[in-house]
T-cell receptor, first 112, second 114 residues
Framework: KQEVTQIPAALSVPEGENLVLNCSFT??????LQWFRQDPGKGLTSLLL?????REQTSGRLNASLDKSSGRSTLYIAASQPGDSATYLC???????????FGGGTRLMVKP | KAGVTQTPRYLIKTRGQQVTLSCSPI?????VSWYQQTPGQGLQFLFEYFSETQRNKGNFPGRFSGRQFSNSRSEMNVSTLELGDSALYLC?????????????FGEGSRLTVL
């Protein structure tokens, strides 16, 4: 059974800092890995999707990497802004269908 | 292009009642999946439908059921509601499995059971 862990559970940083969020998973037989953002009381916004054959994806100030062999992914946020404050969720897609296994999330606060 | 639409957004029920939630996927998306989000358990997979067939089911009791219509719209039903069913229910849609598999989520239906 796939298990996904995100560390840290919460993070508070001053504006402008570069930061890294970590995600680890137990079963390397994945289809893809997706990073989401969730604002309080809202749904999930897809940030980046990495296919199992890829090593990284970039979008603006965000960069996500994937190391299947070690069961790890990182989300790098450059020059953080207060608007980046949200919960960031990592989810692993399995090979059997459109089922995602989610980590517990990292709650990020960027202080002005 | 419209996103995933879920209705109702908020609802309050009492124990023992039943509830039906609706999800309209992004146009052209044929796969719809449902997730439950609670503070204690986080996000958990409920089930997935593709071409009106349930392809995958999570570890939830039989009180949780769903269906998909020919236009890809989906509904989920929870019968005999319990206090622990209070949660945010999220629907996600995607194109066919041979695509990237990227899931797009709706805003969710927040269910409160009293």
């Amino acid at each position: 059974k796939q298990e996904v862990t995100q560390i840290p559970a919460a993070l508070s940083v001053p504006e402008g800092e570069n930061l890294v969020l970590n995600c680890s998973f137990t079963d390397s037989a994945i289809y893809n890995l997706q990073w989401f953002r969730q604002d309080p009381g809202k749904g999930l916004t897809s940030l980046l999707l990495i296919q199992s054959s890829q090593r990284e994806q970039t979008s603006g100030r965000l960069n996500a990497s994937l190391d299947k062999s070690s069961g790890r992914s990182t989300l790098y946020i450059a020059a953080s802004q207060p608007g980046d404050s949200a919960t960031y969720l990592c989810a692993v897609g399995d090979n059997a269908g459109n089922m995602l296994t989610f980590g517990g999330g990292t709650r990020l606060m960027v202080k002005p | 292009k419209a996103g995933v639409t879920q209705t109702p957004r908020y609802l309050i029920k009492t124990r023992g009642q039943q509830v039906t939630l609706s999800c309209s996927p992004i146009s052209g998306h044929r796969s719809v999946s449902w997730y439950q989000q609670t503070p204690g358990q986080g996000l958990q997979f409920l089930f997935e439908y593709f071409s009106e067939t349930q392809r995958n089911k999570g570890n939830f009791p039989g009180r949780f059921s769903g269906r998909q219509f020919s236009n890809s719209r989906s509904e989920m039903n929870v019968s005999t509601l319990e206090l622990g069913d209070s949660a945010l229910y999220l629907c996600a849609s995607s194109r066919i499995r041979s695509d990237t598999g990227e899931l797009f989520f709706g805003e969710g239906s927040r269910l409160t059971v009293l």
